[in-house]
């Protein structure tokens, strides 16, 4: 299944059935707990055309899968505004709106708190005799407090009454049933107290006997609550408009020969033509046609150093032409560009519910109804065991006890927390369930070639045909002693074509410029290896044809009129094609890589190359070490494999394996009951990257490679593995002691609740203890950030 990210969201195609899906983002309005979450996401589930549903209490936003031809984004909208719920159609996250959120909700807060007061110090009046001697008579008028109550359960607590009759109305219960059943009991049984004193038991205890303070300690403590919530919901979506600060806003596209149109980014094309000029940020993904100029890709390799760039290089959106000027040709559109994809991930990240979660919701729907049977049952045996007032107080404490508030906070938060501060950090998440499966790695495999090593390797050695009695001389017959776990198949030749009949042979700048004709198109380190040394040797690649590239083997095709095949030598071996053995002595010994390449079906000559190791690769290695088992698996000869491994202190190796291989490797470990992470940035990681329980590659990898990862690490830098391995760590911990406090809350009030050991005052400060408590903690996340200020930005993130 593929798919890529647009303004309207990801458009998906399943090869396999070929059905053409398209996913649709829009704004809710009027959500307040999990069960409003999964009301909805059942509703939207149950239309015709909706492959699937995600709606984020977190984020306020729902995203819907949908068949093509089928239901539109309007009319998934009707559908949640017929459950009660505002929803617009709307693709962009807006951290200001959930910043004026957060002051409405602070102001609520403000009000509910400085309502409060009066409140809560008559009732510590009421418990402290010298207190209640200074206190101004007028705190303890039953009429005083009434004013103050109706004030807060008229203003501070209408969203809750509001949130409750639509619930009811669409036959749900939510968290607001809970809260507006509390207040709202609470409120009418105090003002049947001051009404009808003597009938209710309250005559001779004045406002003592009222709960007008448990509406307020209610009032307020939800409120802190949203207010907090609403906080962390802006603070974290801010990570996506930087993000998204970095999209260019116009591009200039050329008409003809030379005229140019100036033009939103949104509306470049494929195949169109872009000019760029200098200091301007590169609006598409695309390859240099003409131009040179220095190019700030710190975005995606980390590095502070501008790139240079000329006719035949690759650049991408996000990223800024500092000198020169270029003209490029689009490979996609704006919508559909490296960033926007980054972009998509985080937001799905956000948007997706872990295993974990998805319990948790399905636990807190049922809760609800529960807790209300609950106090009606309570209400029963009171009344049948003591009066009638005595029974109200305590169902009236079961109600209050009980709120899920916590329940419905304890992952959400914590997942935006988690995966927002990875945003930050440069680490991109596709999906939340990634930070889940990546707390539980038991085995991490890693590529070598652009992974634990800088993926930038220099030819060191060039030979032909006439340097092999020199080779002969000199070829120590000493060997890295690592083989691989498998042996390579034969393999079929990588073409059918008809090869012309053998020319003479290609002197050193002929062989060098035939190699990069034929890897120029290539993503793999090697092949581009090959075209900067030529460039470097004024040798200009000329366009080669009919080119077929097979991952972990090599690369053919025509440069010119001769068949030009380039690649490992077993490969070239399984093709009829002689390779001498002293190279592969030599390289060994130098613990270098190798490429050979044939020409019109003969041996031609080779090229050795030498790649050094990341600078924050041991130390990585080091930290994951110590939770999980490293291994390296690459398609590198043993030697090259070796020396990597003594670089970064990895202590078990596979080397010289073919993409089946790496895969039948990882199959091995899941086997063996391991949970297995692949790190890896090629095209020949792809089945790996698949295979693995999690794949993670590097931002600057190639498109396949991206596409089939689960997560990006933006920036080049190998160390933020390292920081998203402690980022899902504690996601997932913080996720279980929320949890834990949930459940133990409950679990232990309720039944002191039903047995009447906690009086509607208690149950209230209980209630917002618990709720205040899960919000704190789910906030802790922030730590991670400061106690790894060694770690650097993700580049502009």
């Not at 003597?198 to 949203?226: C, N, R, W």
């Not at 000199?474 to 498998?486: C, D, N």
């Not at 020319?503 to 075209?531: D, F, I, M, N, Y």
């Not at 009030?749 to 899960?774: E, K, N, T």
């Amino acid at each position: 299944m593929s798919y890529v990210s647009s303004k309207q969201g990801l458009s998906i195609c399943d090869s396999q059935t070929e059905v053409h899906m398209r996913v649709i983002r829009l704004q809710i309005t009027g959500m307040t707990c999990s069960a409003c979450s999964t009301r909805i996401e059942k509703a939207l589930r149950r239309m015709d055309g909706v492959q699937e549903a995600a709606i984020s209490l977190a984020t306020s936003t729902a995203v819907v899968s949908l068949q093509e031809g089928t239901a539109d984004a309007e009319a998934v909208a009707s559908k949640i505004r017929q459950l009660g719920y505002g929803a617009e159609p709307d693709t962009r996250r807006k951290a200001g709106s959930q910043a004026d959120e957060a002051q409405i909700w602070r102001f609520r807060f403000i009000v509910a708190l400085t309502g409060s007061l009066p409140l809560l110090a008559a009732m510590l009046g009421h418990l402290i005799e010298p207190l209640g001697s200074v206190l101004p008579a007028f705190v303890s008028d039953p009429t005083y407090q009434l004013l103050l109550a109706t004030l807060l359960f008229g203003y501070a607590g209408y969203p809750f009454f509001a949130g409750a009759y639509s619930s009811i109305r669409r036959g749900g219960a939510t968290m607001d049933v809970l809260v507006a059943l509390g207040i709202g009991c609470a409120y009418v049984f105090s003002v049947c107290r001051m009404l009808f004193p003597q009938p209710l038991g309250a005559e001779g205890h004045g406002s003592h006997s009222l709960y007008f303070d448990s509406i307020a300690m209610i009032v307020s403590a939800v409120t802190l609550g949203k207010w907090l919530e609403a906080s962390a919901k802006g603070s974290a979506l801010r990570s996506l408009q930087s993000l998204e600060q970095l999209r260019a806003c116009t591009g200039r596209r050329l008409v003809g020969l030379r005229e140019e149109a100036e033009v939103p980014a949104e509306l470049l094309r494929a195949e169109e033509r872009v000019k760029v000029l200098a200091g301007e940020w590169i609006p598409v993904d695309g390859r240099v046609e003409d131009g040179v100029g220095d190019v700030d890709e710190s975005l995606l390799s980390g590095e502070a150093a501008a790139v240079w760039k000329q006719a035949g290089d690759t650049v991408y959106a996000g990223t800024r032409l500092l000198s020169g000027q270029i003209t490029l040709r689009a490979a996609c559109s704006s919508a559909e560009s490296r960033l926007s994809r980054l972009i998509g991930f985080v937001e799905h990240a956000q948007m997706a519910k872990p295993r974990i979660q998805r319990q948790a919701d399905r636990a807190a729907a049922y809760l609800v109804p529960a807790i209300v049977a609950l106090a009606l049952i309570t209400y029963a045996g009171w009344a049948l065991a003591a009066s009638a007032s005595e029974a109200v107080s305590r169902a009236l404490a079961v109600l209050l006890v009980a709120c899920p508030c916590a329940l419905g906070l304890a992952t959400p938060l914590s997942v935006l927390i988690g995966s927002s501060l990875a945003a930050r950090k440069g680490i991109i998440f596709k999906e939340a369930s990634s930070l889940e499966t990546l707390s539980r790695v038991t085995v991490f495999l890693f590529d070598k070639t652009g992974t634990l090593t800088r993926g930038q390797p220099a030819v060191t050695g060039l030979y032909t045909a006439e340097d092999l009695p020199e080779l002969r001389a000199t070829t120590s017959s000493q060997a890295v002693p690592l083989t691989p776990p498998f042996a390579p198949p034969p393999l079929a030749p990588p073409t059918a074509a008809v090869r012309p009949a053998p020319q003479a042979p290609l002197t050193s700048a002929q062989l060098l410029q035939a190699a990069a004709s034929l890897g120029r198109g290539s993503e793999h380190p090697l092949a581009k290896a090959v075209v900067r040394e030529a460039l470097a040797k004024r040798l200009q690649p000329v366009a080669a044809r009919d080119v077929h590239e097979l991952p972990g083997a090599g690369l053919s095709g025509f440069v010119g009129p001769r068949f030009v095949a380039m690649g490992r030598d077993s490969w070239l071996r399984a093709q009829g094609i002689s390779c001498p053995a002293e190279l592969a002595g030599l390289a060994a010994a130098q613990a270098d890589s190798e490429l050979h390449v044939a020409v019109d079906g003969r041996w031609a000559g080779a090229l050795t190359f030498r790649d050094q190791a990341r600078d924050d690769a041991r130390s990585t290695i080091r930290q994951l070490s110590r939770r999980a088992g490293i291994v390296m698996a690459t398609g590198d000869r043993a030697g090259a494999a070796g020396q990597a491994a003594l670089d970064t202190g990895i202590g078990q190796v596979h080397a010289q394996l073919l993409p089946e291989h790496k895969m039948q490797l990882i199959l091995r470990y899941q086997n063996e009951g391991h949970v297995v992470a692949m790190v890896g940035d090629g095209a020949n990681d792809v089945a790996a990257l698949a295979a693995a329980d999690i794949g993670i590659v590097l931002a600057g990898a190639s498109e396949a490679a991206l596409q089939a990862g689960d997560v990006a690490l933006v920036g080049g830098r190998l160390s933020r593995l390292g920081l998203a391995s402690d980022i899902a760590l504690g996601t997932m911990r913080n996720i279980k002691q929320n949890l834990a406090i949930a459940c133990c809350y409950n679990a232990i009030m309720i039944p002191l609740a039903v047995a009447g050991a906690l009086d509607p005052r208690a149950a209230c400060l209980g209630m917002a203890s618990s709720s205040l408590l899960v919000v704190g903690n789910a906030l802790r996340l922030n730590r991670l950030e400061r106690s790894r200020r060694s770690v650097p930005e993700g580049g502009r993130l």
